[in-house]
């Protein structure tokens, strides 16, 4: 009777371990991302395709990067993408995966997204306090013909986003030099919505 004790209740640690470690992040079969090519970029001597993210059904075209067109927003279960509208705008989409809440937040335009799914991308998430999150793009290969900006190396851009608020707060781009010395700084805060 001891021995069979013993054994269902290995059995049942061992059945509780298989499904811990079995689980995982069924995020992938819940996100596609694909590349549509129109019929009318046949006949057209410029490439045209439209980058398509569907999450849990919902669809939205013209999605910035390559292969996958999000990146996960860290310690959070929330993905961040970006679509191209109109006239250079942009909507940054923030979807939480829990709940299947899609937070969008517009801004004029933006230099972050096109590089997720690359190898070396250039764009990133940090996490803040009181609902902020900050993206970056970061140019590493940077040059200028301006002439204080001769010696430029490296541009920094960043977007901190508000999400209870649904708002840019700021956007800051920042010029390093070849040693990583602080050459010029551009910052603005978009006046807040009425």
């Known amino acids: 009777m001891k021995l069979i004790r013993s054994a269902l ?43 398509v993210l569907s999450i849990d059904g919902r669809r939205f075209e013209n999605a910035r990067g390559i292969k996958w067109f999000y990146l996960p927003v860290p310690r959070t279960d929330t993905i961040c993408f970006v679509i191209d509208e109109r006239g250079g705008a942009v909507t940054y989409h923030l979807f939480d995966m ?21 190898t070396n991308t250039s764009d990133s998430i940090e996490t803040g306090t009181n609902g902020d999150i900050m993206l970056c793009n970061i140019d590493r290969d940077a040059k200028s013909t301006v002439p204080d900006l001769a010696n430029l190396a490296t541009v920094k851009w960043t977007c901190v986003l508000n999400i209870p608020s649904r708002r840019v707060v700021s956007q800051n781009i920042f010029y390093y ?7 010029l700084e551009n910052s603005s805060s978009p006046s807040p919505s009425k």
């Open 9 to 51: 209740v290995i059995a049942a640690i061992a059945s509780a371990f298989s499904l811990a470690c079995g689980q995982t992040n069924s995020w992938s079969n819940r996100i596609k991302s694909k590349t549509k090519h129109p019929l009318a970029s046949i006949f057209s001597s410029c490439p045209n395709y439209i980058n």
């Open 98 to 118: 829990d709940t299947d809440n899609d937070v969008a937040i517009h801004a004029q335009s933006s230099y972050f997204g096109r590089s997720i799914g690359a």
């Open 177 to 183: 030099d070849r040693k990583g010395k602080l050459i």
